[in-house]
């Protein structure tokens, strides 16, 4: 079975009831039909994610958010995991050398995924998207859902 990985911006747009949170869910939901691929969450995704959602000062609207964030992490289909260090180290001088535009924790995630195999890459980041770079130098694909 192929693993699919998932960036923090597919978990926010859910969270924060986006626009996109339709194709989101449908993500996260089509990977039961016939168990096609595994879902993956790296923990530097779940942490940039948690980062973003403590930036909330109404602690009404944090508590919403956490709540989400806790019904998409119960799900039996997500597995959440920590990239190896010694692959990450591997990896991140080359995604650096690769695009040097992409953000710091973009990089990090990146690594991550790629360190854990992962064939497809899910994001809604714009600049992650438009690299490149990217896709024809990775073994895995970087895609809007």
Do not use: C, W
């Not at 993956?40 to 000062?57: K, M, W, Y």
């Not at 992490?73 to 591997?90: E, F, Q, W």
């Not at 790629?114 to 990775?138: E, V």
């Amino acid at each position: 079975m192929e693993i699919y990985d998932l960036d923090t911006s597919i978990l926010l747009e859910i969270i924060f009831e986006q626009p996109r949170m339709k194709k989101a869910k449908e993500l996260l939901h089509l990977s039961t039909y016939r168990n096609r691929y595994l879902l993956h969450l790296s923990i530097i995704a779940l942490g940039e994610a948690i980062l973003i959602i403590n930036r909330e000062e109404d602690p009404v609207k944090r508590n919403k958010y956490l709540f989400a964030l806790s019904n998409i992490l119960s799900s039996p289909l997500l597995k959440i995991y920590v990239p190896s260090p010694a692959s990450m180290i591997s990896i991140l001088p080359f995604l650096k050398e690769l695009d040097s535009y992409l953000d710091p924790a973009d990089t990090l995630i990146l690594a991550a995924a790629t360190s854990n195999f992962a064939k497809k890459f899910y994001t809604f980041d714009q600049r992650m998207l438009k690299s490149s770079k990217l896709p024809s130098n990775l073994s895995l694909e970087v895609l809007e859902p």
